[in-house]
């Protein structure tokens, strides 16, 4: 048991900044508690945009129901159910659209009864599955509004490389440059790579300035414009006209020149990958057209994937650069010892190196046919998406605070303004503070809601709108906040965004329960405000000494310089991760445990790594890392790993009798000192448990080395605090952060755990199994009022602990850097290794 004296330690708050809340509650002892953002019992929805919503005739829900039964629960689509449960608000069209369910019964009924093979061959799959991708290229331009006459259909993998071999096949000279609108996609944007390497300048340009670009007397060699007919973060729509600009401009010097088969010095990319999905191409209206247009097929049909188009027009081809590159069945003859080789003359099977993908090209028959079925025409659909998105365009609009602050700003969508169905926006609360995207996508998960957050791979795009200068964003990056990682708030701003886009079959209930989603969890809600470490971190001291925590440490707290010292508090329990993503573990009450400047000693000391991965296996991707439940033999210095239907495992802690081998990792998107733990015993446990190829790594300074020079009464070597290691949350990773995400100790107290879980049960319609209690949230330290209270002292209040700045531990003292940022992972059964919804939403 610890001393007397150990009991009796002294923790208070760091004396914090007067602020309103705290100095308020001092006074009066009002209890600081907060309240569920909306009465979960009453209508939530505040939008009433009375637009219509264009349902086919009627038949939306029809075809929703028997055509993409994935939108609902299985059993509730029985008709003796009643009106079936929609378990998913699909609102990621532009990621990828849904499937039809006769698209998929046909596919499979094909391969069954038929037998698709190469059609390099002449038997008689070979010859079937030839004439099949032939019809299927006349379908696709019949699709897209053109014909054999004018374009060709060349299969590519996907769009991006569609976007690449067009930028191989474009003569462009030394003389010339590639040019691509801001708005462009990352896959136009690598393009300058490949132009950079045959010496080609590359500039971005604002579309607006294309009119002027495309000049004579601005032009030089032969070049390349580049740009999207519709951004993939806002929706802007852009001319398709482009290329009808560049013919008509050069037409008259052609003829002038008497050359009126030359190919004018400005060669024209469309990506019209995202556009074709919820407008008609009809390429047959445009006077020239672009040289090249690449689509994305399953952003239209949902399926097949790995299946892109390249269509190229027919009076370009004969100016195409000169193929390097050749593969299986894009070559007459070949000789194999000298460089000599004939390509086959027609440009689909020059260009489309290999075998194509034959059995997702007859897949794009039904997907053809089940959209005519389905939908009519493309132009019905673009009427369909274009009433959902002046719907919802009006729903986000309406949705305002109690304060009047709106709910969301809305890039783009201006009045007047050519957009299609996306929408980009951020949250803000109700004093105009933006809410971090990373949180909204987080609890979307949790409520079935699909979206999409982050720059979504338009960096032209987002940076306009977010209104951020590429020096602050390659500053971002220098502080290792990369895309992709949940740094979405800097500064106050935000560096992404939310974005809904709709499809053939996004209804107008989709939009209303995403209204209702952001009203029933965002609503007249504030972010945390506390007294930012950040901002005092300078003028704080750190003891050269940190005593040990346990269980039951006493210590006192005060809110800021004019409160009493009246509240008590003591520790409840220390808990520990020995590998970071895994189960906690409950260090004895009786056993003081040392605390460094890492955090407690053995936390998160151990990560597990997938091979080829740089980003240690996290419990929110891999659920079942809840179920290895690690506990440390201080007497033996081992690591002792247990999971079901698993014999224990033995780690040692001892760094100096390990194999260790330097590997690359980064954690919060910062490079770590990362070793492989090298075994194949400890490899292959971790593996057969979680399902994956990995291993265990460590960072050996968090170990032990030399037990002879361990201290007796704590059995492990000192790295306590000391001057200049100051705990304190620093805009970039510092070295004594380790492999922890934001801080080196997560404190969650009693009541405000109860406090959650008392809302959950209000807001739960059946009983639950069990409460859910502080030890889900995570934490090392879980404290409450303490047991012992004076006279002067009181209760610790829910949330109190928003207003501390400060904890002192016996003689270490601890800066409060703010409220942890909340991922799925406290929502992941420690037991079962199930996702669940609560405590999260």
């Known amino acids: 048991m610890p001393s007397s004296d150990l009991l009796n330690k002294i923790v208070s708050l760091l004396p914090a900044r007067t602020h309103p809340a705290s100095s308020k509650h001092a006074q009066d002892k009002t209890p600081l508690t907060l309240k569920p953002l909306v009465d979960r019992k009453k209508p939530t929805a505040t939008h009433t945009p009375s637009l219509a919503v264009d349902d086919y005739d009627g038949r939306l829900e029809t075809i929703r129901q028997k055509e993409y039964p994935q939108l ?6 029985k008709p003796s159910r009643g009106p079936p449960k929609l378990r998913t608000v699909y609102l990621d069209h532009t990621g990828s659209t849904l499937y039809a369910a006769s698209h998929i019964r046909a596919v499979a009924e094909e391969l069954l009864t038929d037998f698709p093979a190469n059609p390099h061959s002449q038997h008689m799959g070979s010859q079937w599955t030839h004439a099949r991708v032939e019809q299927a290229r006349d379908r696709l331009l019949e699709f897209f509004g053109t014909t054999p006459k004018d374009y060709a259909v060349v299969f590519t993998a996907n769009a991006t490389g569609a976007i690449r071999l067009a930028s191989e096949l474009t003569p462009m000279t030394k003389g010339g440059t590639f040019r691509y609108a801001r708005e462009s996609h990352n896959s136009v944007v690598g393009l300058r790579n490949l132009a950079s390497d045959r010496g080609i300048a590359t500039q971005a340009a604002e579309f607006s300035e294309f009119d002027d670009i495309i000049l004579p007397a601005n032009t030089s060699g032969t070049s390349l414009l580049a740009y999207p007919a519709q951004c993939n973060f806002s929706g802007e729509r852009f001319s398709l006209d482009v290329a009808d600009k560049v013919h008509r401009l050069y037409a008259e010097s052609y003829r002038k020149d008497g050359d009126s088969d030359s190919h004018p010095p400005w060669w024209v990319l469309l990506d019209a990958a995202g556009y074709v999905s919820s407008s008609p191409l009809k390429l047959d209206m445009l006077e020239s057209g ?10 239209v049909f949902g399926a097949p994937t790995g299946l892109g188009v390249l269509l190229v027009k027919r009076s370009s081809i004969p100016y195409l650069q000169s193929k390097r590159y050749f593969g299986g069945g894009t070559v007459l003859n070949v000789a194999f010892d000298r460089k000599w080789q004939e390509f086959r003359h027609d440009i689909e099977s020059r260009l489309e190196d290999g075998t194509i993908n034959f059995q997702a090209i007859i897949s794009l028959h039904h997907a053809l046919n089940a959209y005519a079925k389905n939908f009519v025409s493309i132009d019905n659909v673009a009427r369909h998406i274009t009433s959902v998105t002046k719907y919802a365009l009006a729903a986000l609009s309406a949705l305002r605070h109690d304060s009047g602050q709106p709910m969301c700003r809305i890039y783009g969508h201006d009045e007047g303004a050519n ?9 803000k609360d109700m004093h105009g503070q933006y809410i971090g995207y990373a949180d909204v996508e987080r609890l979307s998960v949790m409520a079935g809601v699909a979206l999409r957050t982050g720059r979504f791979c338009n960096p032209g795009a987002s940076q306009k709108w977010l209104e951020f200068t590429t020096p602050e964003l390659m500053h971002y990056s220098s502080m290792g906040f990369v895309c992709g990682d949940d740094h979405d708030i800097i500064g106050g701003k935000p560096v992404g965004a939310l974005r809904i ?3 053939a079959i996004t209804s107008k209930q989709d939009i209303d329960l995403f209204a209702e989603f952001l009203v029933r969890h965002y609503r007249n809600c504030a972010q945390p405000s506390i007294s930012s470490a950040q901002e005092t971190q300078n003028n704080t001291d750190v003891e050269s000494e940190a005593d040990p925590v346990s269980g039951k440490t006493d210590f006192t707290a005060v809110i800021d310089e004019t409160s009493e010292p009246g509240l008590r508090v003591e520790i409840d329990q220390v808990v520990i991760y020995p590998i970071k993503s895994c189960r906690g573990w409950v260090v004895p009450s009786e056993m003081p445990w040392e605390l460094t400047r890492f955090g407690l000693k053995f936390d998160r000391s151990f990560v597990v790594m997938r091979q080829n991965d740089i980003v240690p296996m996290q419990q929110k991707r891999f659920p079942k890392m809840a179920l290895i439940r690690p506990h440390i033999n201080t007497e ?5 790993l247990e999971a079901p239907d698993h014999p224990p495992l033995e780690v040692s802690l001892m760094a100096d009798t390990m194999n260790l081998e330097r590997v690359d990792s980064r954690i919060c998107g ?3 000192r990362v070793f492989h733990v090298v075994s194949n015993e400890i490899s292959s446990w971790l593996s057969s448990v979680l399902s994956v190829t990995c291993f265990l790594a460590c960072e050996p300074r968090l170990l032990l080395s030399d037990t002879s020079k361990v201290p007796t009464d704590l059995m492990y070597e000192s790295d306590t605090l000391s001057p200049g290691n100051s705990p304190f949350l620093s805009p970039s990773r510092r070295n004594d952060m380790s492999f922890a995400n ?28 069990s409460d859910i209690g502080p030890m889900q949230y995570r934490p090392n330290l879980i404290v409450k009022t303490a047991s012992a209270a004076t006279d002067k002292g009181r209760t610790l209040l829910p949330f109190e602990e928003l207003s501390w700045s400060g904890v002192s531990i016996g003689t270490a ?15 992941v059964d420690q037991n079962s290794a199930k996702v669940l919804k609560e405590p999260y939403s």
């Not at 957009?419 to 949250?427: E, K, R, V």
């Not at 801080?743 to 199994?769: C, K």
Request: proline share 6%; aromatic share 8%; with cysteine.
């Open 813 to 827: 003292q601890l800066a409060v850097s703010g409220p942890c940022k909340r991922c799925q992972m406290i929502g």
């Open 501 to 503: 886009s709709f499809g």
């Open 636 to 640: 033996r210095s081992v690591l002792v």
């Open 670 to 672: 910062n490079q770590m």
């Open 419 to 427: 957009f299609g169905p996306i929408m980009a926006f951020n949250l």
């Open 72 to 77: 609902f629960e299985p059993k509730s689509l």
């Open 742 to 769: 934001e801080a080196q100790l997560l404190m969650v107290t009693h009541e405000s755990a109860r406090q959650v879980n008392e809302w959950i049960d209000e807001d739960s319609d059946e009983p639950r199994a």
């Open 290 to 299: 672009p040289d090249f247009v690449a689509v994305s097929l399953y952003k």
